[in-house]
């Protein structure tokens, strides 16, 4: 027992110096299974973010718009196995975490339970989803665990990309007609709270916060980033001559801030725990495509496999 607290507090004096935790070092099984539950739920949101986007690629209203916005779907896939490797660098199994996927044991952004209605609303993902993202994943950069640290780094940079890709769309839009402008209108009233929520619970709410930040998983709280998301995003709004859909926005000069309204909590948890306007549709064709990918995934193992004895046959020869 003694010798376990005397591992606990050198754990906790590297992770205060800023050291990074790599995968062979000593750490307590709550900050691994944080971790994995942390990482897994990020990288299910990436995989599953896919759909929204992709529900689009083949009404893309041009070439350009088309050709960007696979490359963005594209992205976020290899965000996702960078996500899933550096979990996996945790003891867990990838397989094991698509099931709990599939099986609704694990949660992903509540954000993409939202169905996209029309091309402006591809502008108000890359805008405001990527932007809370990025918000979100910056700080991630800085995270005591090294390969998540890592893997943030390259996501971030294609985020940041996504981010302005969907700013230009909806400034097209906004250029455009009265009608083209409606419509970037209408994308960010029915984007804008739910993006707010994907901060997650407000501090006093959240069931492991103060953990993470002990830790150094998490650099700010949720409510802080939060803040910080509505204090970059009010200005951009007014650069694009849209307005945001919440009655009590206002500069609150004493505090350097934005106040907002209050956030409909009873929406986000009823989307977390699956009764979202896209839940059941989002699970659905992620079980299906992993079932028809099945054969894809047989037969690189199945090469991998032959490789592997070709391999140690010619290494026995020499």
């Known amino acids: 027992m003694e010798k376990l607290h005397d591992l606990q507090e050198i754990f906790q004096a590297r ?4 050291e990074k935790i790599e995968p062979k070092d000593w750490m307590p099984d709550a900050y691994r299974k944080t971790l994995i539950r942390q990482i897994a739920q990020h990288a299910h949101s990436e995989i599953v973010g896919m759909l929204p986007e992709g529900n689009w690629i083949s009404r893309a209203p041009s070439l350009r718009r088309k050709v960007a916005l696979l490359a963005k779907v594209q992205d976020e896939a290899g965000h996702g196995l960078y996500l899933y490797s550096a979990a996996e660098t945790l003891g867990v199994d990838r397989e094991t975490l698509i099931d709990e996927l599939h099986t609704g044991k694990a949660k ?10 029309s091309w402006a609303d591809i502008g108000a993902i890359g805008w405001l989803v990527d932007g809370a993202a990025i918000m979100n994943q910056v700080m991630l950069t800085r995270t005591s665990y090294g390969p998540y640290a890592r893997a943030m780094v390259r996501i971030c940079k294609e985020e940041s990309f996504h981010q302005r890709q969907g700013y230009e769309i909806l400034l097209t839009l906004c250029r455009g007609s009265e009608a083209q402008k ?7 009233n029915r984007w804008w709270w739910p993006s707010l929520m994907m901060f997650g619970p407000s501090d006093k709410d959240s069931q492991h916060t103060e953990q993470s930040m002990r830790w150094r998983i998490k650099r700010k709280t949720n409510d ?3 803040q910080q998301f509505v204090d970059a995003t009010v200005p951009q709004a007014e650069f694009l001559g849209i307005t945001i859909p919440d009655p009590d926005l206002q500069w609150n000069e004493s505090r350097g801030h934005y106040d907002f309204g209050p956030i409909n909590w009873d929406e986000f948890w009823q989307v977390v725990n699956g009764n979202g306007p896209c839940n059941r549709e989002r699970i659905r064709a992620r079980v299906k495509a992993h079932e ?3 054969w894809v995934r047989e037969a690189a193992l199945a090469y991998a496999e032959k490789r592997k004895a070709r391999n140690a046959a010619a290494t026995k020869v020499a």
Do not use: V
């Open 15 to 18: 992770i205060d110096a800023d």
């Open 108 to 117: 992903y952004s509540s954000i993409f339970n939202y169905p996209t209605l």
């Open 182 to 188: 409606a419509m970037a209108q209408d994308a960010l």
């Open 224 to 226: 802080e980033i939060r």
């Open 292 to 294: 028809e990918g099945a």
